[in-house]
């Protein structure tokens, strides 16, 4: 596709619910981000792939979060036992072969609400 | 530890006016610095970067920013601006060892007509 495609736009769950978001990239970009951005806040990092392998997944908060990236593509977030601390905006980014220098490139993001 | 500080909350400018928007930094080695823009309900927006070279980076929309080692800042600047340019505005930096973009809080930019 011409950019990053994240689902679902809008996701409302009940505390203790299970949860996936998906992130299609950029064709052909071999990188891959999953921040978190509560309201008020700039996107804090989660997680970056280079291709299947997380290489650093050092912002991840607990265990309950885990995100996979099997075929070097499309990602998948993943949150067992959701809490309301987890209601954010879930945004995944793609860049050119991990590039140092390179932009982000951004999704619309995924807004997850945790009643 | 790489980190950004953006000291503004909110910028008010009328339309036509100079607007500026201020971000420090801190980061082991040389920085690597970017400014992105968000509208409401949109993904964050590439503006421009800062790798090496020229201080003065110029970049989308008619944005510019200047990087100063010395004061470990990189302004975004914009001579002339519009009620258009009303959104919120994220400073970056990555670290040269690192592939992580550790983000600023944001600076909400209002220009009125």
């Known amino acids: 596709g011409a950019g990053v495609s994240q689902t679902p736009s809008n996701k409302v769950t009940e505390k203790g619910k299970y949860v996936e978001l998906r992130c299609d990239p950029i064709s052909g970009h071999t990188a891959l981000y999953w921040y978190r951005q509560s309201l008020g806040q700039g996107p804090e990092f989660l997680i970056y792939?280079?291709?299947?392998?997380?290489?650093?997944d050092s912002g991840l908060p607990n265990d309950r979060f885990f995100a996979v990236r099997p075929e070097g593509s499309v990602s998948t977030l993943k949150i067992q036992r959701t809490e309301r601390g987890d209601s954010a905006v879930y945004l995944c980014?793609?860049?050119?072969?991990?590039?140092?220098?390179?932009?982000?490139?951004f999704g619309e993001g995924s807004r997850l609400t945790v009643l | 530890a790489q980190s950004v500080a953006q000291p503004e909350d909110q910028v008010n400018v009328a339309e036509g006016n100079p607007l500026t928007v201020k971000c420090t930094y801190s980061?082991?080695?040389?920085?690597?610095l970017f400014w992105y823009v968000q509208y409401p309900n949109r993904g964050l927006q590439f503006l421009l970067k800062y790798i090496t070279g020229d201080n003065l980076v110029k970049g989308s929309y008619g944005f510019e920013a200047e990087f100063n080692k010395s004061q470990t800042s990189f302004h975004l600047k914009k001579p002339s601006a519009l009620v258009s340019d009303s959104a919120l505005y994220f400073c970056?930096?990555?670290?040269?060892?690192?592939?992580?973009?550790?983000f600023g809080a944001g600076t909400t930019v209002t220009v009125r007509a």
């Open positions: 792939f280079q291709g299947t392998g997380a290489a650093d």
């Open positions: 970056a930096v990555r670290a040269p060892n690192d592939y992580k973009l550790s």
């Open positions: 980061v082991s080695g040389n920085p690597y």
């Open positions: 980014a793609s860049s050119k072969d991990g590039e140092r220098t390179g932009e982000l490139f």
